[in-house]
């Protein structure tokens, strides 16, 4: 794409009454943003969806001078681009009909084949909220996901900051433009995000900061990832948003279930009720329903899982470690234990998401 060309583009994102999808439009009747602009204006009423209302400010000279300025700024600030047809936009963004036609950047990300999710929830984040996320995002990171958020308060930030943690990318999808950070009090992990992926947005410099740009963020949060985790949310609140978007694109939703009297989770709570998201009780149900494998054998994870088990917890580990499943009373006559103490030791390995149960009291290494 020329100078020329992206300034036009940048002129038909920020004209008035022409969203992404009427963009779109106009650039695959044309063939070419370039095109757009020397078509008839008579022509272009003749789209489907196009009319006269959408196209009044379409040929304002205004916009080709903000255009330039805002052209100016990205040069003087290092921020790339990704046009909505080119082979650097993301795939997944790629097949939401609302997805941005550009899309500008700070920092090094790279969603190239990677699973990449986003995890989201209340700014009101609790304790139990906060240790789950972490005990997710570590769990997966054998997996080697990108974890995508919005950078807010809360649940957004706990999940970043745990990506870092365990040195995965993260991406973090802004409500407004690259000039300025939003909570203020997250600049200082403005460096650690960019070290480890970077910033998303579709909005300019020059874009006054509102309440609806959130709303506008969250289609982007959910458009990168195949699955939209809400890990706490209260009966109303922007991460419903993002799951009700997310299902727009037929993509995953997990909630992570409450107790019915904590207002945190009533928002989870609804969602698994109305069947609009899987129930997500431990870390390994998100590999489990996406269908993750890892590249190389899974010793390490399993490693990792031995070494945190303690006593009887290992004996019945190995008891399973070379076996497609096990019945109950199998596991307690190879360990030699009564069966109702085998229970309850699988009851522990269940919950620290080391087995999963079968029908029939079967049970199977994760």
């Given at each position: 794409m020329t100078e020329n060309e992206l300034i036009q583009t940048l002129a038909l994102q920020k004209t008035d009454k022409i969203g992404d999808i009427s963009a779109k439009k106009l650039i695959e009747y044309c063939g070419s943003v370039e095109a757009v602009f020397l078509e008839k204006k008579?022509?272009?009423?003749?789209?489907?969806?196009?009319?006269?209302?959408?196209?009044?400010?379409?040929?304002?000279?205004?916009y080709l001078i903000a255009a330039?300025?805002?052209?100016?700024?990205?040069?003087?600030?290092?921020?790339q681009w990704h046009f909505y047809q080119d082979d650097t936009y993301p795939e997944r963004l790629k097949h939401c009909i609302d997805g941005p036609i550009l899309l500008f950047q700070r920092g090094k990300i790279n969603?190239?084949?990677?699973?990449?999710?986003?995890?989201?929830?209340?700014?009101?984040?609790?304790?139990?909220?906060i240790q789950f996320c972490e005990e997710l995002v570590s769990y997966l990171s054998p997996f080697n996901p990108v974890i995508v958020s919005g950078f807010a308060y809360g649940t957004d930030i706990t999940a970043q900051k745990a990506a870092i943690d365990n040195n995965l990318q993260t991406i973090a999808c802004l409500a407004h433009g690259l000039n300025q950070i939003y909570p203020k009090a997250h600049a200082k992990y403005i460096d650690q995000v960019e070290a480890h992926g970077g910033f998303f947005t579709d909005f300019w410099s020059s874009d006054d900061f509102n309440r609806n740009n959130f709303l506008k963020r969250n289609r982007i949060i959910a458009g990168l990832s195949e699955a939209t985790i809400i890990i706490e949310s209260a009966e109303k609140g922007g991460s419903l948003v993002t799951?009700?978007?997310?299902?727009?694109?037929?993509?995953?939703?997990?909630?992570?279930?409450?107790?019915?009297?904590?207002?945190?989770?009533?928002?989870?709570?609804?969602?698994?009720?109305?069947?609009?998201?899987?129930?997500?009780?431990q870390?390994?149900?998100?590999?489990?329903?996406?269908?993750?494998?890892?590249?190389?054998?899974?010793?390490?994870?399993?490693?990792?899982?031995?070494?945190?088990?303690?006593?009887?917890?290992?004996?019945?580990?190995?008891?399973?470690?070379?076996?497609?499943?096990?019945?109950?009373?199998?596991?307690?006559?190879?360990?030699?234990?009564?069966?109702?103490?085998?229970?309850?030791?699988?009851?522990?390995?269940?919950l620290k998401g080391v087995i999963r149960p079968l029908p029939g009291k079967l049970f199977e290494l994760v």
């Open positions: 008579s022509r272009l009423q003749k789209i489907g969806g196009i009319g006269s209302y959408i196209l009044r400010d379409l040929f304002k000279k205004d330039q300025e805002e052209l100016k700024f990205m040069k003087n600030n290092g921020i969603l190239n084949r990677q699973p990449t999710i986003s995890v989201v929830g209340t700014r009101n984040i609790t304790r139990q909220g799951a009700e978007i997310a299902n727009s694109y037929n993509r995953e939703i997990f909630a992570v279930p409450g107790r019915t009297n904590d207002p945190q989770s009533v928002g989870c709570n609804n969602l698994i009720k109305l069947q609009r998201a899987h129930l997500l009780s870390p390994a149900d998100i590999p489990y329903i996406l269908n993750w494998q890892l590249k190389t054998e899974q010793k390490p994870i399993q490693q990792q899982l031995f070494t945190a088990l303690e006593g009887d917890e290992k004996i019945i580990y190995e008891a399973l470690k070379n076996k497609e499943n096990a019945h109950i009373d199998g596991i307690a006559i190879s360990v030699n234990m009564p069966t109702y103490k085998v229970a309850s030791i699988l009851l522990n390995l269940e």
